[in-house]
């Protein structure tokens, strides 16, 4: 064997153990993504909730595709940032967002931070005390282009206080007064937005200003000392504290009778901004997983017996060659459920179908160069021609092949964005993982293993080992 083949070999020795380290059960934390290699699974095999948001402006006022589109990528940033994983969100129509929410039980609360529109306002009250959960209007209009902004901004002084947003249905109104918007969060540093506790032990959520709005709240702070300043989220004042001193450094916290929770709830909105358009929930309602822990175990057993039954035909038909492929058809095995867990993938029924059938694919792959392989050693080939021979002219068959199944998984993937076709993409995602670790396994793997025991053989000692 060349010694480039021993190479290959020891990188490939070299994956194998990476591999089965991830695949391990006790599911192994890498530092470097700071996260466990747990196995994801999809609403349908573990249950979940599933939301149904709907634009809450009326029927003759558009929304563009634009805006739907920048809704579900900012209810994506919230979700990640609330810890809640595997979350999907998609278009349903023209003006509903489908959201699954795969083993979510705290769903009140989630919720609750995901249909809020988040727009973070510092409103002039001049001497007028509001308590806190009154609801008020400004003249601050969302999407104005007056030189205020649309997302949330931070608190205004370092003493601060405020209390987790109030219901809306729980709050009093203020009087027919428009009070003055001084600025949004345009100016705040998304970056700089952080939980955490005071000396007392106090949950409290720390902010920093840019450059543009330190100079704002310098210039109104040191012009109304002595007078009240609110806080409002969504029109709700959440706290109106006395401006006591000019606030001239851009920095500050939000303090208040905080959880954990409520402020995560609040930095979160801080930071990742508000929504372009309103949302309410139309539907909601929990999933239950379409497969118990039964059916979860007799699906193994007959995926694990199917695998079987092919590990067994190669052995029988193609003798010590189909050996060695069922050594690279574990190895892709391995390396197939390792990305599953490091990319993350999220295992639904498509998914795990699309798993099962791309062990097909690996299996034809090794099929058409074994025919290759004795077609050539009955012509009289030497064996280490015969192997290097088959691969060349099997491979443009394998190649073909599955560049028409990643086309075809590709279309797939792309029209399974659109609503009610999501499962499709799970399925076109795992068979595109398999075909391309499959020509990984079958051109590289296989071939190595072969050349590896095979170089010092002679086919005519030992012509039963390749069923010739």
Not at 416 to 424: K, L, P
């Amino acid at each position: 064997m060349s010694q480039r083949n021993y190479v290959t070999l020891i990188l490939i020795l070299l994956l194998t153990a990476v591999t089965i380290f991830f695949v391990l059960p006790s599911n192994p934390t890498i530092p470097i993504i700071n996260r466990s290699l747990s196995t994801h699974l999809g609403l349908d095999l573990q249950g979940g909730l599933q939301v149904l948001l709907e634009v809450d402006l009326p029927e003759n006022q558009p929304v563009t595709a634009q805006q739907m589109q920048d809704a579900i990528q900012v209810l994506n940033e919230r979700a990640n940032g609330l810890g809640v994983s595997e979350v999907t969100f998609q278009t349903a129509g023209n003006r509903r967002i489908l959201g699954e929410f795969p083993g979510l039980t705290n769903t009140q609360e989630v919720i609750a931070v995901l249909r809020q529109t988040g727009v973070l306002e510092f409103v002039d009250l001049g001497s007028t005390q509001l308590p806190e959960g009154t609801k008020i209007k400004t003249d601050y209009a969302q999407g104005s282009s007056t030189g205020q902004s649309t997302s949330p901004t931070a608190a205004p002084t370092a003493t601060a206080q405020a209390s987790p947003t109030p219901s809306a249905s729980a709050t009093p109104a203020a009087s027919g007064t428009t009070y003055h918007t001084v600025m949004t969060g345009a100016d705040l540093v998304a970056s700089k937005i952080s939980v955490q506790t005071n000396t007392l032990g106090n949950y409290e959520v720390a902010f920093t200003l840019t450059d543009k709005g330190k100079e704002i709240f310098k210039n109104y702070t040191t012009a109304n000392v002595g007078k009240y300043l609110a806080i409002v989220l969504d029109k709700t004042v959440i706290s109106a504290p006395v401006i006591k001193n000019p606030i001239t450094d851009g920095s500050g916290v939000i303090e208040g009778g905080f959880t954990q929770q409520t402020a995560n709830n609040l930095a979160v909105q801080l930071r990742y901004g508000s929504l372009p358009i309103p949302l309410k929930v139309a539907e909601s309602s929990a999933v239950g997983a379409t497969l118990g822990q039964d059916s979860v175990r007799k699906s193994e057993m007959a995926g694990l017996i199917g695998l079987t039954v092919v590990i067994l035909f190669m052995a029988l038909y193609y003798r010590l060659p189909g050996v060695l492929a069922d050594l690279a058809l574990v190895l892709y095995a391995l390396i197939t459920f390792a990305l599953y867990r490091l990319i993350p993938v999220t295992l639904t029924l498509p998914g795990i179908a699309g798993f099962i059938l791309s062990i097909g694919v690996a299996v034809d792959a090794n099929i058409l160069i074994f025919e290759r392989l004795k077609e050539e050693l009955r012509a009289g080939r030497t064996l280490r021609q015969a192997i290097d021979l088959g691969w060349k002219r099997a491979w443009p068959s394998i190649r073909d092949s599955n560049i028409s199944t990643l086309i075809t998984c590709t279309i797939l993937f792309i029209f399974g964005s659109t609503f009610g076709a999501s499962m499709v993409k799970g399925f076109a995602l795992t068979l595109a993982l398999g075909v391309l670790i499959s020509l990984f396994t079958a051109i590289i793997v296989t071939r190595t293993f072969l050349h590896t025991v095979l170089d010092n053989l002679k086919i005519a000692e030992h012509p039963s080992w390749f069923g010739v």
